[in-house]
Each structure stands twice: as C-alpha cells, then as structure tokens.
C-alpha cells in the first residue's frame, strides 16, 4: 500500500493521529531522547575505498539500515516517536501514558538503556576487505515541556519539529556525553519513579546545570508498544 510505505517516513505517533483523525497537542510535557552515533565517516571511507562509490553506498545503507531498524523498535517498543533523523542522530519523543502505564522519564530512560545495548551488537563492524570499524553512541535524556511544530511548506514537505528549553537542555546534554554513556537531566531524575544507578556527573555550560551518567534502572520499566496501525482508510485510488 502506498501510505504504508510513506508511513515510514513519518513518526509513528503522527501516522497514529493520521487513522484517527486527531490532531497532536503543539504544547506537551514529556522526554526527549537524543542518540548520536559516532564512527559512520570512517565505515564510509572504508567503504567506498575498497568496493567502489557505488557498492561503497550501497553496503553502507545495508548497515545503516540494519542499525536504525534496531534502535527505532526499541524506541517503539517504548510507546516513542523518532521525530526525526539529523546526520548520525536520531531525535525522539515520549510523552505520558493513562492507565497506570510507566511515566515517560521511566520508558525514555529505559529505553535509552536497551538502545545501547543493541549498539553492542554494531560495535565492531567488519568492512569486506577484513577492515575493523569501531561505531559507539552516546544518548541524552531530558524531561519537560515542549513546543511541537509541523514546518514546511504544504505543497512540498513538512516535518515535524520540538523546540522549548527542553530540546536545549538535551542538546546541552549531548555535548557533555561521552560515547556508550547515557546521560539524563535533573528533570528526569525527578521524574522517575525509582531513582537509577548514577555512575557520575557532568557540568553543563550553564550554571548550576548538571547530567547524570546512568549505569541501571532503579527498577524494572514495563514496555508499552504502539498498537498496529490500519492504514486502509487513509489509502486513496
């Protein structure tokens, strides 16, 4: 079907809104999840040198595909929305759930947990001509209120967009992260239901900011996946 496949390029929560003709709130609170992968440039490189820019391109969507394909289940496995893709990073998005399901600190943060342990499994990449290529992420977790825009231009694309103090800290987060760490804002702290295992602590650029490096949950998160999408009634001749 053809809005199954462009569904994909969309995040999941807005395909959601789409079936049941709602609209997403554009004042929320929730978490904001950042992963950033580093070691893409030297698999790229590697690539190319020794199968060609054309095999070079193709076996690194093949590994880019398999990655990606990993991370966002666990991101849906967690009721989370990638709201986007920027460079080697991906922006995601999880807000409350009714019915006693666990809040969206606990599912990000969960989340954000299982999503390196996938990244074990990419650590070490073997190129065809036997090259090693090490790959490592780093995630940044935060928690509030945010603004939630679509921007674009109707006649050729609209994307979907988070802005609010929220995002910045995130983005103040990531640069404070080191690769394979999970770092989280006081917000999050707060917000959990059980407090972590906190490994250490980073300093923010601004003052009196600061992010914990978290090793382990401070108790089991229950997953909430998206429910199947039927994509019939959006489906046009």
């Known amino acids: 079907m053809i809005t199954q496949s462009l569904a994909a390029y969309l995040p999941i929560d807005r395909c ?23 070691g893409f440039t030297p698999l790229t490189n590697s690539l190319a040198r020794e199968l060609g820019p054309q095999r070079g391109a193709e076996e690194l969507s093949r590994q880019l ?45 969960a989340c954000a947990l299982d ?3 996938q990244m074990a499994s990419f650590a070490s990449l073997h190129t065809p001509a036997g090259t090693i290529v090490s790959l490592a992420m780093k995630v940044s977790v935060t928690y509030g209120p ?14 979907d967009a988070l802005a ?3 995002v910045d800290r995130m983005i103040a987060g990531e640069h404070v992260a080191q690769k ?3 770092i989280i804002s006081t917000e999050v702290l707060g917000a959990l239901r059980a407090a972590p295992e ?8 601004e003052e009196g900011q600061r992010f914990a490096v978290v090793g382990a949950l401070g108790a089991p ?17």
């Open 16 to 38: 959601h809104a789409l079936v049941d003709g709602s609209e997403l709130p554009s004042r929320n609170a929730g978490a904001v999840l950042f992963a950033d992968i580093s």
């Open 65 to 109: 595909n398999a990655i990606y394909t990993a991370l966002v289940a666990d991101v849906q496995r967690y009721h989370g929305s990638v709201i986007g893709f920027a460079g080697d990073a991906i922006t995601c998005w999880f807000g409350d759930l009714p019915g006693g399901a666990d809040g969206a600190a606990d599912r990000a943060l």
């Open 115 to 117: 999503m390196q342990g």
């Open 146 to 159: 945010v603004r939630r825009f679509l921007i674009g231009d109707p006649q050729i694309q609209l994307i």
């Open 164 to 166: 609010g103090r929220t």
């Open 180 to 182: 394979g760490e999970v």
């Open 198 to 205: 906190i490994v250490g602590w980073r300093a923010g650029e």
């Open 221 to 237: 998160v229950g997953q909430a996946p998206w429910p199947p999408i039927s994509y019939e009634a959006l489906d046009v001749e």
